[in-house]
């Protein structure tokens, strides 16, 4: 089973984006500058796509309408926003977002914002996201442009967190196939099923991730780019990517186990995988 969710076009989107977290005042100017309220609705409508995908390969009667409404719940905006502020504020801590907010509220880190999270609009089409995969591939990979996102992609360890959120992701789904009945398994053979996924999960994931950046900044100069690179080596930068990978993590894998169960209680009915 590939991976559930794939973080990294999120995570290039939120990475660098964030307020000091000392007041709820600053948390509310975050979320303003990340368009929060926008991008949840994006995974929303992600989410249902996965799940109804899901129910059409795994339930022989697809995604009936007693499904819809399961996932209606696992992907309640509400919920996903709760998890991800909570979680976000623990890990941000007393840093310093002074100059974070200050960058994303110019017009490059709008910019910045505004392609990311149109990129991600556009993804949701899978025709667009394979073309932006071959578009991916067949790019200079020594050019400027490539280099720089190469660059961003590291600093931020990107890859890295994207695949271990993929995998704890899995993880959670077939636990909760498990809890529910579903599958005879133990932990360690979860473990084991899951960690023979990581090399596809990580070769896909990469040329996902590579293909969401080049695609969102293709309009952008390489100058704008320096700069995002340059906000995420600052310890409030670090600060940021930590927060995000913890708040959207917490909430993919929330998701996940609740999608296992979800196809567990439908096998109770009769169904079966």
């Keep these: 089973m590939s991976a559930l ?21 600053d948390i509310e100017h975050l979320f303003d500058a990340l368009e929060l309220d926008r991008l949840i609705d994006l995974m929303h409508d992600e989410g249902l796509a996965y799940g109804n995908g899901l129910a059409q390969e795994m339930l022989p009667d697809g995604p009936d309408a007693a499904w819809r409404a399961l996932l209606a719940r696992i992907y309640d905006t509400d919920k996903m ?6 979680e976000f504020t623990r890990a941000f801590g007393d840093a310093d977002a002074g100059p974070l907010i200050a960058f994303f509220r110019s017009d490059a880190g709008q910019a910045l914002v505004a392609a990311e999270l149109e990129t991600r609009a556009t993804f949701l089409t899978p025709t667009i996201e394979e073309a932006a995969r071959e578009t991916w591939r067949e790019a200079d990979k020594t050019s400027p442009r490539q280099r720089l996102i190469a660059e961003y992609v590291q600093v931020n360890d990107l890859l890295e967190y994207n695949v271990s959120g993929a995998l704890n992701a899995n993880y959670q789904f077939l636990a909760g196939l498990v809890e529910g009945g579903a599958l005879d398994m133990t932990e360690d053979e979860i473990l084991s099923d899951v960690w023979t996924q990581e090399a596809e999960t990580r070769a896909d994931t990469r040329e996902w991730l590579f293909a969401y950046l080049t695609m969102a900044y293709e309009d952008l100069p390489d100058a704008t780019l320096a700069d995002y690179v340059a906000v995420s080596r600052t310890d409030a930068g670090r600060a940021l990517n930590r927060a995000l990978f913890a708040g959207f993590d917490s909430m993919y894998a929330t998701q996940s186990r609740s999608l296992g169960l979800a196809v567990a209680s439908r096998m109770a009915r009769g169904e079966e995988l």
């Design 81 to 86: 926003t709760n998890v991800v502020r909570s």
């Design 5 to 25: 969710f794939r973080l990294g076009p999120l995570l290039a989107l939120l990475l660098v984006l964030a307020a000091p977290v000392r007041a709820t005042d």
